[in-house]
């Protein structure tokens, strides 16, 4: 049937329609590789900047602390604030050490004078302590700003990090628009081939049948036309 549909020219356009076929198989192939090739890549990206955003977070967490207490101890969270930075800076391991140790020496001083209970010495702790308090709180609340200068910084480096994942996103974006419009712009292509492989089989089919027709009117009238 092949090799009389070839002699009869009915196989005209079959192979069109053929190679469009297959290729509408490659454009679809396209598709699907394309698409996994962009979602490899940006998971891999989308990873690697949640890494780096990570990295920032316990500077970011301590800066927010520092903030809050920062804020605390200037009052502008009313008493219960400024309570909560008094008692944090009280019970913080340098003030406690550097009391002790002056209260200590200050004791010792007293003892060896024979004045270990007198009032004066009692009025000598605690001058010494609000000393110890003025000067140390100074020096607290500047480590403080330095922490919130540094979570700050972490912060940006946070957002840094949020405005490349955003680019990622646009980036693949575009790369699933563009091969989206490129395989729509492909498959547009197989269309025509494939209705110009059909037009041409239905021509020569027509043609066939128009051939056979004329000849059978031929013989019918005895070669009269």
């Given at each position: 049937?092949?090799?009389l ?6 196989d005209?356009?079959k ?7 297959k ?7 396209l ?7 962009i ?11 949640n ?68 009032g ?9 302590g ?24 972490a ?19 575009d ?19 494939m ?11 027509a043609g ?18």
């Amino acid at each position: 049937m092949g090799f009389l549909s070839g002699i009869l020219g009915l196989d005209a356009g079959k192979a069109v329609i053929k190679a469009s076929k297959k290729n509408d198989e490659l454009l679809t192939g396209l598709e699907t590789k394309g698409n996994q090739f962009i979602d490899t890549g940006e998971k891999k990206s989308e990873g690697a900047l949640n890494s780096a955003i990570g990295v920032y977070d316990p500077y970011a967490k301590a800066g927010t602390g520092a903030v809050n207490m920062y804020s605390n101890a200037l009052g502008l969270n009313g008493e219960a604030g400024n309570a909560a930075a008094t008692g944090a800076f009280q019970t913080g391991p340098g003030y406690d050490f550097a009391l002790k140790q002056g209260e200590q020496s200050a004791l010792r001083g007293a003892s060896a004078a024979g004045m270990l209970n007198s009032g004066n010495t009692l009025t000598a702790l605690n001058e010494y302590g609000q000393g110890v308090a003025n000067q140390e709180y100074g020096s607290w609340l500047d480590r403080l700003n330095g922490l919130t200068a540094t979570g700050m910084n972490a912060a940006a480096g946070q957002a840094n990090g949020y405005g490349g994942l955003a680019s990622l996103y646009q980036g693949t974006t575009d790369d699933r628009l563009g091969l989206a419009s490129g395989v729509v712009q492909g498959r547009m292509g197989v269309n025509n081939q494939m209705a110009s492989g059909q037009e041409a089989n239905k021509a020569a089919g027509a043609g066939l049948f128009g051939n056979i027709l004329s000849g059978g009117m031929k013989l019918a009238t005895g070669g009269l036309f």
